[in-house]
């Protein structure tokens, strides 16, 4: 079944780092989606030429309204547009929801390993916030990599009290005073300690760049962790 484009009016925007933005909008007739999933975004310029780039959801469904992360690409033709330009109240066009294997569904019951790199975190948001909101009893766990403290997406939703998630912070280039792990980019060290904690039965998801997904889907399989159970989403 063809997928339609909608139209999709910009309800708010928040700063999430310096050149990160959650956009929150407004979409009539959303069919819903699942956690992981990702909509097309569509901008046409007066003249007719269009762009059309890829956003993950950053939220369950919630009605008529989604919500997307987008990071400010330099010289990009849609991610600057969208994180500083589009006024509020303005629409761009929207098709989805789109894909079905990076997604976690609320009656799985085997621990998740959550791995992000940078802006990889805004799908994986999705499923800890599903997690949270059904009171899931499956045991989550998220290793994000980011290259200092300023880089770090929804901070108070992952610095607050959360027994329900076990959040650990990689610092690749400036890691805060007190930090554990001095900077680096993410080791063989930092996974095996939890693939032997899961063991088998577990679900992996990976997000971030293409050189960070492919590099840490290495590590696991090295590690240990059955290539079947790995699930990925990459991007640039």
Same mark, same amino acid.
């Given at each position: 079944?063809?997928?339609?484009?909608?139209?999709?009016?910009?309800?708010?925007?928040?700063?999430?780092?310096?050149?990160?933005?959650?956009?929150?909008?407004?979409?009539?007739?959303?069919?819903?989606?699942?956690?992981?999933?990702?909509?097309?975004?569509?901008?046409?310029?007066?003249?007719?030429?269009?762009?059309?780039?890829?956003?993950?959801?950053?939220?369950?469904?919630?009605?008529?309204?989604?919500?997307?992360?987008?990071?400010?690409?330099?010289?990009?033709?849609?991610?600057?547009? %969208?994180?500083?330009?589009?006024?509020? *109240?303005?629409? =761009?066009? +929207?098709? #989805? @929801?789109? !894909?079905?294997?990076?997604?976690?569904?609320?009656?799985?019951?085997?621990?998740?390993?959550?791995?992000?790199?940078?802006?990889?975190?805004?799908?994986?948001?999705?499923?800890?916030?599903?997690?949270?909101?059904?009171?899931?009893?499956?045991?989550?766990?998220?290793?994000?990599?980011?290259?200092?403290?300023?880089?770090?997406?929804?901070?108070?939703?992952?610095?607050?009290?959360?027994?329900?998630?076990?959040?650990?912070?990689?610092?690749?280039?400036?890691?805060?005073?007190?930090?554990?792990?001095?900077?680096?980019?993410?080791?063989?060290?930092?996974?095996?300690? %939890?693939?032997?904690?899961?063991?088998? *039965?577990?679900? =992996?998801? +990976?997000? #971030? @760049?293409? !050189?960070?997904?492919?590099?840490?889907?290495?590590?696991?399989?090295?590690?240990?962790?059955?290539?079947?159970?790995?699930?990925?989403?990459?991007?640039?």
């Amino acid at each position: 079944m063809r997928i339609p484009w909608r139209s999709a009016r910009l309800l708010k925007r928040e700063k999430q780092t310096a050149t990160a933005r959650s956009l929150v909008f407004e979409v009539p007739a959303w069919p819903g989606h699942l956690v992981g999933q990702h909509i097309d975004v569509r901008l046409t310029a007066e003249d007719g030429y269009q762009a059309v780039r890829s956003y993950s959801l950053a939220t369950p469904a919630d009605g008529h309204r989604i919500e997307l992360g987008v990071q400010r690409v330099p010289g990009g033709e849609v991610s600057p547009y %969208l994180a500083e330009d589009l006024p509020v *109240g303005a629409s =761009v066009e +929207v098709r #989805g @929801p789109l !894909g079905s294997w990076f997604v976690w569904r609320t009656d799985q019951t085997e621990p998740i390993l959550l791995v992000a790199g940078g802006s990889g975190i805004v799908p994986l948001m999705a499923m800890i916030r599903a997690h949270r909101q059904v009171a899931s009893a499956s045991p989550f766990h998220l290793l994000y990599s980011v290259r200092g403290p300023q880089d770090l997406w929804y901070r108070n939703d992952l610095e607050g009290k959360d027994p329900t998630l076990d959040v650990r912070l990689l610092y690749t280039r400036q890691a805060p005073s007190g930090a554990l792990r001095a900077p680096g980019r993410l080791k063989a060290d930092d996974l095996r300690p %939890l693939v032997g904690q899961f063991a088998s *039965g577990s679900t =992996v998801y +990976v997000c #971030g @760049p293409t !050189g960070f997904v492919e590099s840490t889907s290495d590590l696991l399989i090295n590690a240990g962790q059955d290539p079947a159970t790995i699930r990925t989403e990459r991007f640039g």
